[in-house]
């Protein structure tokens, strides 16, 4: 979307009569504002998987109550949030995601420990973490297997993938964590930079934004890996650490 969005005339204007709708990550509320200003203004949003298909589904203004938002749960599905022992969390207390509804999903072919781990106790476990309010807006924050949990604090690396390529001469950039030898969390960022970026400027933003961050290394590389859902693909980055650093 986000290269769609790209190819189109600063100066164009709505379009009427189209509705667009994406599914498959988080909408920033930049990319949602670009759509309504170069697009169309009926712009949704949806969240599910390919195991149980749509779970959730809004108009783009529910980024305004909050930028995680990927819609109202939708009817059929139950969707709760709970903690690590599978206990209900109250409304907007961040945890992980669980849903059921009436389709049924058995497992994946062939993939005993993957249904294990996913199907439990009746409720399919996407792998994602989130929030639900009273009235059944779900915000998505993150991927349980992506938080960065540094000395405690824990982190979405999206959001620091989106800060980053905000600031001048960073074309594209991700953010992710390796264990150091102690084996405690250290993060980095990989950047696609041009001939405008200034490092320190960089680390001294991050900085400021997230403290925890001081520490932070980055690693420059010509392109970040990403899959055909265009999601960023971290485990490869940690392999590509070797990457010229600063």
Do not use: C
């Not at 149980?52 to 909050?66: E, K, M, P, Q």
């Not at 939708?74 to 669980?98: C, F, H, N, Q, Y």
């Amino acid at each position: 979307m986000e290269a769609l969005l790209k190819t189109i005339p600063d100066n164009a204007k709505p379009l009427d009569g189209v509705r667009f709708t994406v599914g498959g990550s988080p909408v920033t509320k930049p990319i949602a504002l670009m759509v309504a200003e170069k697009l169309t203004k009926d712009f949704y949003i949806m969240y599910g998987s390919a195991e149980l298909a749509a779970i959730s589904f809004g108009h783009a203004d529910v980024l305004n109550r909050n930028e995680r938002a990927v819609g109202y749960v939708m009817a059929g599905r139950d969707v709760e949030v709970v903690d690590t022992d599978g206990t209900a969390l109250p409304a907007s207390k961040i945890g992980i995601v669980r849903i059921q509804q009436d389709e049924a999903f058995v497992g994946y072919l062939d993939e005993d420990d993957q249904t294990a781990s996913s199907l439990r106790d009746g409720w399919f476990y996407p792998g994602d973490l989130g929030a639900l309010s009273e009235d059944g807006l779900l915000v998505i924050v993150g991927r349980v297997s992506e938080i960065m949990n540094l000395g405690g604090t824990k982190i979405d690396p999206v959001l620091i993938d989106e800060f980053a390529k905000t600031i001048a001469g960073v074309r594209d950039a991700a953010a992710f964590s390796v264990l150091n030898d102690a084996g405690v969390e250290f993060p980095w960022i990989a950047v696609v930079r041009d001939e405008s970026f200034d490092a320190a400027e960089l680390r001294a933003l991050v900085h400021a934004k997230w403290p925890v961050l001081s520490t932070v290394r980055l690693a420059f590389i010509d392109a970040i890996p990403r899959n055909g859902m265009m999601k960023v693909e971290r485990e490869k980055l940690k392999r590509l650490i070797a990457a010229p650093q600063q």
